[in-house]
């Protein structure tokens, strides 16, 4: 079961470079959200799926498009590169995200280290 | 929307103390509160979590506490060990799950 897979890893862009983070899941969950972990800022949500077709923004989603087409997959879009963008990148999925009863817990994968030039 | 705040920032232990990490919240709808860890390159793993109907919850050495009325909830870790060295996050959920900014954990020998 490989969980939670995010590609690349490692990535450097130039200033106005567009490219997409990969995220996908193999568990089967409904929900998936982008996050952004800086030094002394801990983990700001940028984009969240409930599911298939349905997305919705965070607190910092400007810079960045997300889809999701289908349940496995949740990637990440930046269409032009900023340096303010540095940063690490985590992909995290959950069974379901609805109601007092049915909390379960946010699965990350390992992160995309993103440096911007 | 939801404001999670952390404290310390950073926090330092004797190895076999207590270290207690505590988290404030903004919104009184959040219903789900889980704690976090994360090593160094990966990425955060969930180490326990409550829900909003219950006020305190143990597993072996953790503990969590949560105090709805005053929008408060607490990590306890008891008699530390060297592998509790890590970044801790506290998190709130409402219709999404929002983070503190983490308390990095020493554990000195």
């Known amino acids: 079961n490989a969980g939670v897979t995010q590609t690349p890893k490692f990535q450097v862009l130039k200033t106005g470079q567009s490219m997409t983070l990969q995220c996908a899941q193999d568990?089967?969950?409904?929900?998936m959200s982008w996050y952004r972990q800086d030094p002394g800022m801990g983990l700001r949500l940028i984009h969240y799926s409930v599911g298939a077709g349905i997305t919705d923004q965070g607190e910092v989603p400007n810079g960045y498009n997300v889809s999701r087409s289908t349940t496995e997959d949740f990637p990440l879009r930046l269409l032009s590169a900023a340096p303010s963008q540095t940063s690490v990148y985590f992909c995290?999925?959950?069974?379901?995200?609805?109601?007092?009863?049915?909390?379960?817990?946010?699965?990350f994968g390992n992160g995309t280290r993103l440096t911007v030039t | 929307g939801e404001n999670v705040e952390q404290h310390p920032s950073t926090l330092s232990v004797q190895e076999g103390d207590s270290a207690v990490i505590k988290c404030t919240y903004s919104d009184s709808a959040s219903n789900y509160f889980p704690w976090y860890k994360q090593e160094l390159g990966k990425g955060p793993q969930l180490i326990i979590d409550i829900r909003s109907n219950v006020g305190e919850k143990k597993d072996q050495r953790i503990a969590v506490t949560l105090n709805k009325t005053a929008k408060h909830f607490s990590l306890h870790i008891t008699e530390t060990q060297p592998e509790d060295s890590a970044v801790y996050f506290c998190?709130?959920?409402?219709?999404?799950?929002?983070f503190g900014k983490g308390t990095r954990l020493h554990i000195l020998p």
């Open positions: 995290a999925s959950s069974f379901t995200f609805s109601g007092q009863g049915n909390n379960s817990p946010l699965h």
């Open positions: 568990m089967n969950h409904e929900y």
């Open positions: 998190a709130a959920k409402t219709d999404k799950i929002i």
